[in-house]
Antibody, heavy 123, light 107 residues
Framework: QVQLVQSGAEVKKPGASVKVSCKAS????????INWVRQATGQGLEWMGW????????GYVQKFQGRVTMTCNTSINTAYMELSSLRSEDTAVYYC????????????????WGQGTLVTVSS | DIQMTQSPSSLSASVGDRVTIACRAS??????LNWYQQKPGKAPNLLIY???NLQSGVPSRFSGSGSGADFTLTISSLQPEDFATYFC?????????FGQGTKVEIK
């Protein structure tokens, strides 16, 4: 079945970087964009950006520009999200999600999601 | 950025109740609207895509309606496994944005 499996929880100090992986299986990895969404404890969902594994094209939310890098390794069907200059406000669960696009349309949605990776930023 | 506003933020309901959750966009988004269910400690799960299309495997008691800026998620007969938080999300333009969530609790 289609599945995204993320790397394990991380604890980082302020100013450090974290790199979260998202391994895809059950579908053609290069046929679907991967997006990243984060959720602070008890809070809502915040979209961070997207990446196309086929073209390498990507786009980031303005607030993360300069701190986030999304990459992928198509040989192992894995996407990565690296966030640098971490601060306490970056403590959250980070999700990867596959985008499915409607046939003959631009409508699209997130399905499935990875299980989430908790990143804790603490001194 | 398109703002998504859900109402109510939380509700209490009993098993068997009909539940309706509203989602309003700050501008017209046609039917570029998706609904997700999230249970504690779990990732969101797609319920409805393109405003009214039921995702495969999702029970038929869930339905979505609306277009333009106003949308609704309805659960026709609430079941114990439906107690969760529900989010709407617009895919009309970037940045993608979500509603703040509606927590459905047991009365």
């Amino acid at each position: 079945q289609v599945q995204l499996v993320q790397s394990g929880a991380e604890v980082k100090k302020p100013g450090a970087s974290v790199k979260v992986s998202c391994k895809a299986s059950g579908y053609s990895f290069t046929s679907h964009d991967i997006n990243w969404v984060r959720q602070a404890t008890g809070q809502g969902l915040e979209w961070m950006g997207w990446m196309n594994p086929n073209t390498g094209n990507r786009g980031y939310v303005q607030k993360f520009q300069g701190r986030v890098t999304m990459t992928c390794n198509t040989s192992i069907n894995t996407a990565y999200m690296e966030l640098s200059s971490l601060r306490s406000e970056d403590t959250a669960v980070y999700y990867c999600a596959r985008v499915t696009v409607a046939v003959g349309d631009w409508m699209n949605w997130f399905d499935p999601w990875g299980q989430g990776t908790l990143v804790t930023v603490s001194s | 950025d398109i703002q998504m506003t859900q109402s109510p933020s939380s509700l209490s309901a009993s098993v068997g109740d009909r539940v309706t959750i509203a989602c309003r966009a700050s501008q017209s988004i046609s039917n570029y609207l998706n609904w997700y269910q999230q249970k504690p400690g779990k990732a969101p799960n797609l319920l409805i895509y393109a405003a009214s299309n039921l995702q495969s495997g999702v029970p038929s008691r869930f339905s979505g309606s609306g277009s333009g800026a106003d949308f609704t998620l309805t659960i026709s007969s609430l079941q114990p496994e439906d107690f969760a938080t529900y989010f709407c999300e617009q895919s009309f333009s970037t940045p993608r944005t979500f509603g703040q969530g509606t927590k459905v609790e047991i009365k």
